[in-house]
């Protein structure tokens, strides 16, 4: 079960976060999302569990509980939306660039 771990801190690493799920059960794999141009943490990520029950466990004793000064926010994943491609417009074209017609272009 795949679970969305949020407000981390930002010093927080793949270890330590793996080192609090793993009190409650096993841990397949964490993934702290990061800055593409920084690589810093952007403050949230992933954990999966194999174990549904655990999983669950691990929502509701690990969610609101402090960690690096924070509290965590701690609820199974949704499925990725999906985006649309394009980048959304940016701004009219307008040919005579809005003048009224028969207006002088200077």
């Given at each position: 079960?795949?679970?969305?771990?949020?407000?981390?801190?930002?010093?927080?690493?793949?270890?330590?976060?793996?080192?609090?799920?793993?009190?409650?059960?096993?841990?397949?794999?964490?993934?702290?999302?990061?800055?593409?141009?920084?690589?810093?943490?952007?403050?949230?990520?992933?954990?999966?569990?194999?174990?549904?029950?655990?999983?669950?466990?691990?929502?509701?004793?690990?969610d609101?509980?402090?960690?690096?000064?924070?509290?965590?926010?701690?609820?199974?994943a949704?499925?990725?939306?999906?985006?649309?491609?394009?980048?959304?417009?940016?701004?009219?074209?307008?040919?005579?660039g809005?003048?009224?017609?028969?207006?002088?272009?200077?």
């Amino acid at each position: 079960m795949r679970l969305y771990v949020g407000n981390l801190s930002f010093n927080a690493d793949e270890a330590r976060v793996e080192e609090i799920f793993s009190t409650i059960g096993p841990v397949e794999s964490v993934h702290l999302i990061r800055d593409q141009m920084t690589g810093r943490s952007r403050g949230f990520g992933f954990v999966e569990m194999p174990d549904e029950a655990q999983a669950r466990e691990a929502c509701s004793s690990l969610d609101q509980q402090e960690f690096d000064g924070r509290r965590l926010t701690v609820n199974e994943a949704k499925p990725q939306e999906r985006r649309s491609g394009g980048g959304g417009g940016g701004g009219g074209y307008s040919r005579g660039g809005g003048r009224q017609r028969g207006e002088a272009r200077w």
